[in-house]
């Protein structure tokens, strides 16, 4: 099973945990800081991303936070 996480920048750290979380159940997930490549074609690697992902994962902001 393979699953997209999708997050604001400043959540970072939560889509990390979250990734670590799902790694204990043999899910891996695509997080664009970590699985894009600096020089790379981000939209394309989305679209990809997305379309071989099983399950979506949104984090959600805290509104007050930004």
């Not at 894009?36 to 989305?46: E, P």
């Not at 991303?49 to 007050?64: G, M, P, R, W, Y």
Request: net charge neutral.
């Amino acid at each position: 099973m393979r699953a997209f996480i999708s997050y604001a920048s400043e959540d970072k750290i939560v889509a990390d945990k979250i990734k670590s979380f799902l790694e204990t159940f043999s899910i891996q997930s695509f997080i664009a800081h970590e699985d894009i490549n600096g020089g790379s074609k981000w939209r394309q690697t989305l679209f990809k991303e997305l379309k071989q992902a099983d399950t979506f994962v949104s984090i959600l902001s805290n509104l007050n936070s930004i």
